[in-house]
Nanobody
Framework: QVQLVESGGGLVQAGGSLRLSCAASGRTFFYAMGWFLQAPGKEREFVAGISRSGGSTRYADSVKGRFTISRDNAKNTVYLQLSSLKPEDTAVYYC????????????????????WGQGTQVTVSS
């Protein structure tokens, strides 16, 4: 059974940083991996995605230059470094993993991912 377990969320002041981790198990490897967020009362939205090789990454415009996605295939883990955090970044962050060899613009779509984590709360205070 595939499981994605996020960690690293918490409460941080505006301008601060956090590093989210997502460990995947139950399958030897995944192709695309990504992060999405859902703020209260809003739809889930794309944050960042990365291809298996790491050679292809995509970011939402709202996080470009502040967030960095990376992965360690040996550990089946994807990371999201959050920097220069703003109160509007407050949300539940979800990890996602796919079994199809997608890259480029396909990383932006929730439909490109087959498995999802339970989410980790990130709260940014002003």
């Amino acid at each position: 059974q595939v499981q994605l377990v996020e960690s690293g969320g918490g409460l941080v002041q505006a301008g601060g940083s956090l590093r989210l981790s997502c460990a995947a198990s139950g399958r030897t490897f995944f192709y695309a991996m990504g992060w999405f967020l859902q703020a209260p009362g809003k739809e889930r939205e794309f944050v960042a995605g990365i291809s298996r090789s790491g050679g292809s990454t995509r970011y939402a415009d709202s996080v470009k230059g502040r967030f960095t996605i990376s992965r360690d295939n040996a550990k089946n883990t994807v990371y999201l470094q959050l920097s220069s955090l703003k109160p509007e970044d407050t949300a539940v962050y979800y990890c996602a993993a796919g079994v199809r060899d997608y890259s480029g613009s396909r990383l932006l779509s929730a439909g490109s991912y087959d498995y999802w984590g339970q989410g980790t709360q990130v709260t940014v205070s002003s």
